[in-house]
């Protein structure tokens, strides 16, 4: 199975100017993107320890107050990684998607609140509310995605690949059985554009979805890595694996462990060439609370996976994906930067 994409990637100042000549050196307008920042990462971050590439989940970045693409890129540069997997908005709003009236980040919350079964009868009010216009902005989003311009997603890879940051996957919210025949292949597209490898989502539970989606995949030749959370088995993706060499996935070993499989390296060793990426966090198992907490304090062998990964030579990155409460004083710039540090020592130890 093909495996991912390191091609390297660029930088946003730089787009409509002479980079050239200037070396891909020239200065930003806004104050993030200023001479210093460009000084700060002149030498391009290096997340590949070891021979495993340490990614992230633009996702781990929800909480930061700038979303978009440019703000994401300079995150992702400051907790020192260089390859990704980049959430649909920050591209599509650097596309021109319309700007939504729901807050994502309270929404999210709620989402996790209700996996969790900790929502009160206002919450659930507020989240079906959010969910309301939500779906009323993804119509909107579906006339747009209709008419998009692919190259907008060219120069979001070419202002990424500058600063040296790859990106591997993509999840757009495009693949579900709700988003037309056209939203799914705009989607393979932007990820083509982009230099994905993959397109991620939240496995469907239906095996005609899946059959679908792997047979739309092979036409434009990029991987569907499915995800999940506690509902993870050894045999959660089989169906998915059977149907298409170009279904794949993007297991969650953090939820994995959650789910109570006891075994977490021995599925990474069994289906490592269906594995596209990875996503890590500390999780702990169900008697002890199923707490997502800061690395090192869980069950899941975080460790242990990232020696197995060393040692076998496998190429799929191990993702972070920022879940645990992030502490007083810090910010998710700087927890990543710690979950990254961790690999590190347990890659070089």
């Not at 030579?313 to 710039?333: C, H, M, N």
Request: proline share 4%; charged share 25%; with cysteine.
């Amino acid at each position: 199975m093909k495996k991912t994409n390191n091609s390297r990637l660029s930088r946003r100042t730089f787009l409509g100017t002479s980079t050239a000549a200037m070396g891909g050196l020239m200065l930003g307008t806004q104050g993030s993107f200023a001479a210093p920042a460009i000084l700060k990462h002149f030498r391009k971050p290096s997340s590949l320890i070891d021979g495993v590439q340490i990614g992230v989940i633009t996702y781990s970045y929800r909480s930061m107050p700038d979303q978009s693409a440019e703000a994401t890129l300079q995150y992702v540069l400051d907790s020192g990684i260089n390859a990704i997997e980049l959430m649909g908005d920050p591209a599509e709003s650097f596309a021109g998607k319309p700007e939504s009236p729901v807050d994502r980040r309270a929404m999210w919350g709620l989402i996790r609140k209700e996996r969790n079964n900790e929502l009160t009868d206002n919450e659930a009010t507020e989240l079906k509310e959010m969910q309301a216009a939500r779906d009323m902005y993804n119509k909107e989003v579906a006339m747009w995605r209709e008419k998009v311009d692919y190259n907008k997603f060219k120069q979001l890879k070419k202002l990424y690949d500058a600063s040296g940051v790859s990106i591997y996957g993509f999840k757009p919210s495009a693949f579900g059985k709700d988003n037309t025949d056209a939203e799914i292949n705009y989607g393979f597209k932007a990820a083509k554009a982009l230099g994905a490898s993959h397109v991620t989502l939240e496995h469907p539970s239906d095996d005609a979805h899946t059959q679908k989606l792997g047979e739309m995949a092979a036409k434009h030749k990029v991987y569907v890595a499915y995800h999940g959370h506690t509902q993870e088995t050894p045999t959660f993706w089989d169906t998915a694996l059977e149907q298409s060499k170009w279904n794949a996935m993007n297991i969650d070993i953090g939820h994995y462990v959650a789910a109570g499989n006891t075994d977490a390296l021995g599925i990474i060793e069994a289906k490592n060439d269906r594995i596209l990426s990875m996503h890590m966090k500390d999780r702990q198992t169900p008697e002890n609370g199923q707490a997502n907490l800061p690395w090192g304090q869980g069950d899941t062998p975080l460790k242990e996976i990232l020696a197995l990964m060393r040692d076998n030579k496998y190429d799929f990155p191990a993702t972070v994906e920022l879940e645990y409460e992030i502490p007083e004083g810090s910010d998710a710039v700087k927890e990543v930067a710690k979950c990254l540090d961790y690999c590190r020592q347990a890659l070089t130890m």
